[in-house]
């Protein structure tokens, strides 16, 4: 069952209410069916084909740009190990190895128990923190080897629930526009004239 | 070891010394991030002075604070705001929260630490410029920041600061916050547009698309960065005077800047502009403190990976973006990163380059074909698979790429000139060029490392496999 969830098309309407333009919502509603199912299915992308009014091929060919978006069952823990250069001035490639001696993979594959995918990663934003690493895209700072084995223990044993939500969910929270504030998204070929705020002298020559 | 910094909620931010802070004022309190804490100190007070006066005013106002853009290219606020085509409608506002330049982070800890901040540098600037709707773009890869954002939105829409009618007036703008998925190209404004109209991020060509006269849906859009518009609540509450008061005549207020790598206190600081050297930045006791103990410095990247490195000869500029540029670089997007002596620069230079040639959104061929070029040949020259071919191949590749001469630092100890800022280059974006600025700066600073690496002796490779008959038979 990978199509939408009802509860996951409401959300998914509200979502593309706030866009101009339907296809606008394709990213942000991938990555709600990626935090439906733990990755991006075939049947999840033909749905959000319908909702935007596109064609299931131009879902994936937007999707399949974009490194956050897995097109195969991936482990509920994704740990993906910075190795751009400030963090690999301070070590990436040896907290790399280690990783991938511990959990018994190579970079880019998934424990046989399908807990934990192991990825090489670009730059996240934390270099003075380094060497990072992000489970589910939350930074864990200035990671010795000892602290990754940790961190491991940790997730497999349940301890970090509260903190790490399963891959996929991007926010744990998402943003609600309340009705009776909302301006609403008109297209832009249905606006005519300047926002009531603005003075109107600019509009004439 | 956990994460250093001045508070354990701002990883990496310190703010000891005596430095101005616009921008970072609030990261002291635990609860920044909260519209409590928003208001207790000064918060929607700006943009509640910004609705008493006319759009043209505040747009004026900001102009003549000469807030510079703070996303790498520097270019004024205010004027970018000006160059909307006269009677088009609706304008759009787009927020580049796409930061992941190598070396970058500031915008991160200002979505996460002062997310009402910047929603009022938004609402500022929708009033000032007549943008009807905001999008707030922020990078996948930060769900803390789309949390305390979204958190953020819903309590300033419940207070009536977005949304129809705010503060009561004829001023009505919805604040959308999306989620980017992960591709450094989209921090490019026009794939940034792209991309968020449902496409593939791939960069738009200028001209035509400057966003401000055909950008999102093909309307006027004003992309700005967050740490830009996170200046423009200080801007409209204590007046464009207050802020050119800090800072240089040619760059007012502060910037923040990250600095990371071989030093004893990597961190990221709010500095004003112009006030400090690269010396003071690495060794100063407020900022660094020197490098690791026992080393000496190597070589610095001075404005995130895609600027070409410095020397210690270099240290005594000024950070600033003209002194920089003069002297061989660019301060891009406020990230120094630094190598002692330690360091292996072909190895060090290949992190840059397989990070641009992997980011390579595929559009333009110098970039998609070059940039997995200089990866390979970088990569086996590392692994001690270098022929002496490699190295002119390189500069071969580069040059399709960036033609004519390539900005490099000044090196008393190999005898070169600067060579300024910046260069040409046959690509849409700078991605392309990126990938051969950190490998041309370490072959140009550091020839011997190349030179020593590559031992092996090129072949031909055109040797026929057996003899061709010829003729037929």
């Known amino acids: 069952m990978s199509r939408l969830t009802d509860q996951n098309v409401a959300i998914a309407r509200e979502i593309v209410a706030r866009y101009p333009k339907k296809k606008s919502a394709l990213i942000p509603l991938v990555h709600l069916s990626q935090q439906q199912n733990g990755y991006v299915t075939e049947d999840a992308m033909r749905h959000v084909a319908e909702l935007i009014d596109v064609t299931p091929a131009e879902v994936y060919g937007t999707a399949s740009f974009y490194e956050m978006f897995r097109f195969e069952p991936t482990g509920k823990y994704l740990i993906n190990i910075c190795g751009t250069m400030s963090c690999a001035l301070m070590g ?7 990783a991938e001696a511990r959990l018994g993979v190579k970079a880019g594959s998934t424990t046989d128990d399908g807990l934990i995918t192991l990825q090489h990663a670009e730059c996240q934003a934390a270099c003075t923190e380094a060497p990072t690493l992000q489970v589910n895209y939350r930074h864990r700072f200035r ?24 891959h996929g969910t991007l926010g744990r929270n998402r943003q609600r526009i309340p009705a009776d504030r909302a301006v609403g998204a ?20 | 070891m956990t994460a250093q910094g001045s508070y354990p909620w701002a990883a990496g931010f310190y703010d000891d010394g005596d430095r101005p802070q616009i921008v970072t004022s609030r990261f002291r309190y635990e609860d920044s991030h909260t519209l409590e804490r928003y208001h207790a100190t ?3 007070e700006g943009l509640r002075r910004a609705l008493e006066r006319t759009p043209d005013d505040v747009h004026t106002e900001v102009r003549n604070s000469t807030l510079l853009g703070r996303g790498g290219a520097g270019f004024p606020a205010g004027v970018k705001w000006g160059f909307t085509p006269q009677g088009v409608w609706p304008r759009y506002l787009v927020v580049n929260g796409d930061e992941s330049e190598p070396g970058t982070y500031k915008d991160r800890l200002l ?13 500022i600037a929708c009033y000032a410029a007549g943008l009807s709707r905001c999008f707030l773009y922020i990078r996948g890869e930060m769900p803390l920041a789309h949390e305390r954002v979204a958190k953020a939105l819903d309590d300033a829409y419940a207070h009536g600061y977005i949304g129809t009618n705010i503060l009561g007036t004829d001023f009505s703008v919805d604040i959308v916050l999306h989620w980017g ?18 496409e593939r991020g791939m960069p738009r060509l200028k001209p035509p698309y400057f966003p401000a006269a055909i950008g999102l849906y093909g309307q006027p859009t004003i992309v700005n960065n967050v740490e830009t518009l996170s200046n423009l609540p200080f801007i409209a509450l204590n007046g464009s005077a207050a802020y050119t008061a800090i800072g240089t005549e040619t760059s007012p207020g502060t910037r923040m800047i990250a600095v990371s790598g071989h030093v004893k206190r990597p961190g990221v600081y709010e500095i004003v502009n112009g006030s400090t050297t690269f010396r003071d930045l690495l060794y100063g006791d407020e900022f660094c403190q020197g490098m690791r103990e026992g080393h000496e410095l190597k070589c610095f990247v001075p404005g995130g990976g895609s600027a070409p490195w ?35 620069i072909p190895a060090a230079a290949l992190t840059l380059v397989k990070f641009y040639a992997h980011e390579s959104c595929g559009k333009c061929v110098p970039c998609r074909e070059g940039g997995t070029w200089l990866y390979r040949i970088v990569e086996r020259i590392v692994a001690g698979n270098g022929t002496d071919a490699d190295l002119a191949t390189i500069r071969e590749v580069g040059e399709s790429i960036c033609p004519g001469n390539m900005p490099h630092a000044a090196s008393e100890r190999l005898g070169l000139e600067a060579v300024p800022f910046p260069y040409k280059m046959t690509t849409i974006c700078f991605v392309g060029p990126s990938a051969y600025v950190p490998i041309h700066s370490a072959m140009t600073l550091f020839p011997e490392e190349f030179e020593a690496r590559v031992t092996k002796r090129a072949v031909r490779t055109t040797i026929p496999v057996a003899a061709v008959p010829v003729g037929g038979d």
Request: hydrophobic share 40%; proline share 8%; with cysteine.
């Open chain 2, 111 to 123: 979505m996460e630490c002062d997310p009402h901040q910047l929603i009022e540098g938004c609402l």
């Open chain 1, 143 to 166: 990671v010795t080897p000892t602290e990754f084995d940790d961190l491991v223990d940790d997730l497999r044993a349940g301890r970090l629930d509260d903190e790490i939500p399963p």
């Open chain 2, 42 to 44: 000064g918060g929607y």
């Open chain 2, 310 to 344: 410095f020397l210690p000869d270099q240290l005594d500029i000024p950070f600033e973006g003209r002194a920089a540029g003069s002297a061989g670089s660019m301060l891009g997007s406020g990230a120094v990163m630094v190598m002692d002596d330690t360091t292996d």
């Open chain 1, 92 to 98: 990436a490639d040896d907290l790399m190895h280690h």
């Open chain 2, 181 to 198: 998925a992960g591709a450094y190209v989209v921090g490019e404004e026009t794939a940034l547009i792209e991309s968020l109209e449902g």
């Open chain 1, 186 to 205: 008109v297209p832009p070929d249905e606006v005519d004239g300047a926002p009531a705020w603005v003075t109107i002298q600019e509009d004439q020559p």
